[in-house]
């Protein structure tokens, strides 16, 4: 499929439109490789944008970036059991090196928890050393038989994973609070994708952690999408690998641990979230280019119009605003028009004869489509305040859409009917695992189970005994 020919795909028809918007707006690709794609420039600048963000956050709390191997050793795996039996069924393996078979096989990395807790034990030693953060960017293979999908679901992609280690219990608590917030931050100031955070429930959790809290979301669709995860390890790893220090009492202890990361089907999400019709709407902190200049030619006149373009962009540009002017002769301005609005860039700025003539432009919202004329001197402040306007409206549009498409039920039969309907659900709920698997098989798909709040007094509406929790259900991808 080209780029040049936009979506014919209606947004309410979500699989096909996102399957069109993906491709042809130029933000991925397939590979030959099933189950993994490419990501084109587009969508790799957006990743780099929220790297820039992310890595600033991460610097400023003391986290240092390092990198670790992409092979682990099958008998790092297996020191932490429920680690590795939560990841089995996903591991891809290497067992030769050219003509030889390998002593051992090597697991192309599921998460690095233990490669990198090998490497903690030798360089931790003393109480002086902690605490300890680490944290990669890297690539991940998990190898999933479910059917996969650009950005939400992949054999391998791009994330980040930071690695904590403290003294105490405590301090690796408030460590992977601290991360759920900066993803919560990150992903409503940064992208504009409301969210909810909390802990998922015992079925849900990362394999091998005390407990795991969560960043997540509702696409338009009515699934969940798990955005990132903050794992408190407690003292899981660091027994079988052997990370402890010397406390000030002069004795060994083992550390606790926390792990968190945030992968790249964040894009999907705002892909999904934002998108219309038209194609994608990219909020303006994240887009690669936040305003294109589109002329509007004629023969007589075009070297003045390119000029004026050019004066635009440069005085745009000192800004620190990020400009494109596409002055390509071989397209016409409608084609422009189409081309950029289905990658979504927030701003456009068409500029013709009659504008030269009035000293203005006319500016266009992509969000809303508004067009509005500027006068020549008072085009950066528009535009500055336009884009600012845009980030935070855009923010609100969709924490409308989460709110009314977000209802508190205790019976079941509100529970299908909100899920038939695409929506969150928060209801009573035991936090037994049977109870949920057998919910689950009602309910026909796999859940979100986001932990609100503790509750009493209320009747689990999945099995009738007494409720521990409000919970966020929904069907997830």
Same mark, same amino acid.
């Given at each position: 499929?080209?780029? +040049?020919?936009?979506?014919?795909?209606? =947004?309410?028809?979500?699989?096909?439109?996102?399957?069109?918007?993906?491709?042809?707006?130029?933000?991925? %690709?397939?590979? &030959?490789?099933?189950?993994?794609?490419?990501?084109?420039?587009?969508?790799?600048?957006?990743?780099?944008?929220?790297?820039?963000?992310?890595? *600033?956050?991460? =610097?400023?709390?003391?986290?240092?970036?390092?990198?670790?191997?992409?092979?682990?050793?099958?008998?790092?795996?297996?020191?932490?059991?429920?680690?590795?039996?939560?990841?089995?069924? +996903?591991?891809?393996?290497?067992?030769?090196?050219? @003509?030889?078979?390998?002593?051992?096989?090597?697991?192309?990395?599921?998460?690095?928890?233990?490669?990198?807790?090998?490497?903690?034990?030798?360089?931790?030693?003393?109480?002086? %050393?902690?605490?300890?953060? /680490?944290?990669?960017?890297?690539?991940?293979?998990?190898?999933?038989?479910?059917?996969?999908?650009?950005?939400?679901?992949?054999? $391998?992609?791009?994330?980040?994973?930071?690695?904590?280690?403290?003294?105490?219990?405590? $301090?690796?608590?408030? @460590?992977?609070?601290?991360?759920?917030?900066?993803?919560?931050?990150?992903?409503?100031?940064?992208?504009?994708?409301? /969210?909810?955070?909390?802990?998922?429930?015992?079925?849900?959790?990362?394999?091998?952690?005390?407990?795991?809290?969560?960043? +997540?979301?509702?696409?338009?669709?009515?699934? *969940?999408?798990?955005?990132?995860?903050?794992?408190?390890?407690?003292?899981?790893?660091?027994? &079988?690998?052997? /990370? !402890?220090?010397?406390?000030? %009492?002069?004795?060994?202890?083992?550390?606790?641990?926390?792990?968190?990361?945030?992968?790249?089907?964040?894009?999907?999400?705002?892909?999904?979230?934002?998108?219309?019709?038209?194609?994608? /709407?990219?909020?303006?902190?994240?887009? &690669?280019?936040?305003?294109?200049?589109?002329?509007?030619?004629?023969?007589?006149?075009?070297?003045?119009?390119?000029?004026?373009?050019?004066?635009?962009?440069?005085?745009?540009?000192?800004?620190?605003?990020?400009?494109?002017?596409?002055?390509?002769? %071989?397209?016409?301005?409608?084609?422009?028009?189409?081309?950029?609005?289905?990658?979504?860039?927030?701003?456009?700025?068409?500029?013709?004869? !009659?504008?030269?003539?009035? !000293?203005?432009?006319?500016?266009?919202?992509?969000?809303?489509?508004?067009?509005?004329?500027?006068?020549?001197? @008072?085009?950066?402040?528009?535009?500055?305040?336009?884009?600012?306007?845009?980030?935070?409206?855009?923010?609100?549009?969709?924490?409308?859409?989460?709110? !009314?498409?977000?209802?508190?039920?205790? =019976? *079941? @039969?509100?529970?299908?009917?909100?899920?038939?309907?695409?929506?969150?659900?928060?209801?009573?709920?035991?936090?037994?695992?049977?109870?949920?698997?057998?919910?689950?098989?009602?309910?026909?798909?796999? &859940?979100?189970?986001?932990?609100?709040?503790?509750?009493?007094?209320?009747?689990?509406?999945?099995?009738?005994?007494?409720?521990?929790?409000?919970?966020?259900?929904?069907?997830?991808?």
């Amino acid at each position: 499929m080209s780029e +040049e020919l936009g979506i014919t795909a209606k =947004k309410e028809n979500m699989s096909e439109w996102y399957q069109q918007l993906v491709l042809r707006a130029g933000f991925a %690709d397939y590979s &030959p490789v099933k189950g993994s794609i490419i990501y084109r420039p587009w969508s790799y600048a957006i990743w780099e944008k929220m790297m820039e963000s992310f890595n *600033a956050a991460i =610097k400023a709390h003391g986290v240092e970036n390092a990198y670790f191997p992409l092979l682990i050793p099958e008998s790092f795996l297996k020191k932490e059991a429920e680690h590795f039996a939560g990841f089995t069924p +996903e591991v891809a393996w290497v067992t030769m090196a050219g @003509e030889n078979k390998l002593d051992e096989r090597l697991a192309i990395r599921p998460t690095s928890e233990t490669i990198m807790y090998y490497m903690f034990a030798k360089w931790i030693q003393s109480y002086r %050393d902690l605490p300890f953060k /680490v944290n990669q960017w890297c690539n991940i293979m998990r190898w999933e038989t479910k059917m996969t999908k650009p950005f939400l679901r992949g054999r $391998e992609f791009l994330w980040q994973e930071g690695h904590t280690v403290h003294t105490t219990k405590t $301090e690796a608590e408030t @460590e992977a609070e601290w991360a759920i917030e900066a993803y919560k931050k990150l992903v409503e100031g940064l992208l504009a994708v409301p /969210v909810v955070t909390g802990k998922k429930t015992e079925s849900d959790k990362f394999a091998g952690a005390v407990y795991t809290i969560t960043v +997540e979301s509702l696409m338009p669709d009515g699934r *969940a999408l798990q955005i990132g995860t903050s794992h408190m390890l407690g003292q899981n790893f660091s027994k &079988p690998f052997e /990370v !402890k220090f010397l406390g000030k %009492d002069e004795k060994n202890h083992y550390a606790w641990q926390t792990s968190w990361g945030l992968s790249t089907r964040i894009l999907g999400g705002l892909i999904m979230v934002h998108g219309d019709d038209k194609g994608a /709407v990219l909020p303006p902190k994240v887009a &690669p280019i936040q305003l294109v200049i589109v002329p509007i030619l004629f023969k007589e006149t075009e070297k003045q119009v390119i000029a004026e373009c050019e004066r635009v962009k440069t005085k745009l540009e000192k800004k620190g605003i990020r400009v494109k002017l596409d002055d390509r002769p %071989d397209y016409s301005a409608g084609w422009k028009f189409n081309h950029w609005e289905l990658k979504g860039v927030p701003l456009r700025v068409e500029l013709g004869p !009659k504008d030269l003539e009035k !000293k203005s432009i006319v500016l266009v919202r992509r969000d809303t489509g508004v067009k509005t004329n500027v006068k020549q001197v @008072e085009l950066v402040k528009t535009v500055l305040a336009e884009l600012d306007k845009m980030q935070t409206d855009m923010f609100e549009k969709a924490k409308g859409w989460l709110d !009314k498409h977000t209802v508190k039920t205790e =019976k *079941a @039969e509100e529970l299908e009917a909100a899920i038939i309907s695409g929506k969150w659900a928060i209801l009573p709920h035991c936090a037994n695992i049977g109870c949920e698997e057998k919910m689950t098989e009602k309910f026909a798909g796999g &859940p979100s189970l986001v932990i609100d709040k503790k509750i009493t007094g209320k009747i689990c509406i999945g099995c009738g005994k007494p409720a521990k929790y409000w919970i966020y259900w929904a069907k997830s991808y």
